[in-house]
């Protein structure tokens, strides 16, 4: 695994920054709404992927102040991410109660990063009552309702599984990677733990695989090389902080990740 130099540094001229991205990128909906676009970039993909491309994501600067929206399609395209266009994302690790972690390999159909492996659910809160924040507690309640609405979408777990209160926020990562020439990532993702025992009824449109792994399990995939490919957010969380979080979980249980939660800052991984 490669060693990611990380740093919580806040970007300064926020509002210069913010005025610089609405006028790049016009197409951002300040009231977080936005209108649905069709172009050739989503010809021949799969019906029930495309329409999710509809759908609203949150737009920021570099703070992770929301700026507006836009939807999916336009901030993953890799046309508007080299330009700056930056939206908020979360990332859920879920454990059982052997300390083991729920990975899933992302369905064929999936428009970025298909057939990859990765955390338990990787998705976005959406701009609607109940998912944006502009201030940090908020902004994690927010992503706290969008993970156990993806969770139940994906893999079928219901919400009483997985309660609001039962999710650990640890920190944020922002990154940038590339899926291919046309589609890619640029987020500012939320780090998500819980443990809980779930029931899971896969939604084949979304997930191809699942399985359960130790951490010994995990280091063992990697080590297959070209055979696995994995996510590059989980990819940079995996080489960075999660063997050390998930050892805490490990030794102490839930109480353990209480040195990890609540960051501040903002760890740059570009």
């Given at each position: 695994?490669?060693?990611t130099?990380?740093?919580?540094q806040p970007?300064?001229?926020?509002?210069?920054?913010?005025?610089?991205?609405?006028?790049?990128?016009?197409?951002?909906d300040?009231?977080?709404?936005?209108?649905?676009?069709?172009?050739?970039?989503?010809?021949g993909?799969?019906?029930?992927?495309?329409?999710l491309?509809?759908?609203?994501c949150?737009?920021?600067?570099?703070?992770?102040?929301?700026?507006?929206?836009?939807?999916?399609?336009?901030c993953?395209?890799?046309?508007?991410?080299?330009?700056?266009?930056?939206?908020?994302?979360?990332s859920?690790f879920?454990?059982?109660?052997?300390?083991?972690?729920?990975?899933?390999?992302r369905?064929?159909?999936?428009?970025?990063?298909?057939?990859?492996?990765?955390?338990t659910?990787?998705?976005?809160p959406l701009?609607?009552?109940?998912?944006?924040?502009?201030?940090?507690?908020?902004a994690?309640?927010g992503?706290?309702?969008?993970?156990q609405?993806?969770?139940?979408?994906?893999?079928?777990?219901?919400s009483?599984?997985?309660?609001?209160?039962?999710?650990?926020f640890?920190?944020?990562?922002h990154?940038k990677?590339?899926?291919d020439?046309?589609w890619?990532e640029?987020?500012?993702?939320?780090?998500?733990?819980?443990k809980?025992?779930?029931?899971?009824?896969?939604?084949?449109?979304?997930?191809?695989?699942t399985?359960?792994?130790?951490?010994?399990?995990l280091r063992?995939?990697?080590?297959e090389?070209?055979?696995?490919?994995?996510?590059?957010?989980?990819?940079?969380?995996?080489d960075?902080?999660?063997?050390?979080?998930?050892?805490s979980?490990?030794?102490?249980?839930?109480k353990?990740?209480?040195?990890?939660?609540?960051?501040?800052g903002?760890?740059?991984?570009?």
């Amino acid at each position: 695994m490669t060693t990611t130099t990380t740093s919580s540094q806040p970007v300064s001229n926020t509002n210069t920054e913010s005025n610089n991205v609405l006028h790049l990128f016009p197409e951002i909906d300040t009231a977080l709404a936005t209108i649905p676009q069709t172009t050739d970039e989503l010809t021949g993909y799969d019906e029930e992927q495309i329409r999710l491309m509809d759908e609203v994501c949150i737009v920021l600067d570099e703070n992770d102040l929301p700026i507006g929206s836009a939807s999916k399609k336009t901030c993953h395209l890799m046309s508007n991410i080299n330009r700056g266009l930056l939206h908020r994302a979360f990332s859920v690790f879920l454990f059982d109660s052997q300390n083991q972690l729920l990975l899933q390999q992302r369905a064929s159909e999936k428009i970025t990063f298909p057939d990859m492996w990765t955390n338990t659910c990787c998705s976005h809160p959406l701009g609607i009552p109940g998912e944006t924040g502009s201030d940090l507690d908020t902004a994690i309640q927010g992503v706290r309702r969008a993970a156990q609405r993806k969770l139940n979408h994906e893999l079928g777990i219901q919400s009483d599984q997985v309660p609001l209160d039962r999710f650990h926020f640890l920190t944020r990562i922002h990154y940038k990677a590339a899926s291919d020439g046309t589609w890619g990532e640029h987020e500012i993702d939320y780090i998500l733990f819980i443990k809980s025992d779930v029931d899971l009824n896969i939604n084949p449109n979304e997930v191809r695989d699942t399985r359960y792994v130790s951490a010994d399990d995990l280091r063992g995939m990697f080590a297959e090389g070209d055979t696995l490919r994995f996510t590059p957010w989980f990819q940079l969380i995996c080489d960075t902080m999660l063997f050390e979080w998930w050892d805490s979980l490990r030794e102490s249980g839930e109480k353990g990740l209480d040195a990890f939660k609540n960051e501040k800052g903002i760890r740059r991984m570009l």
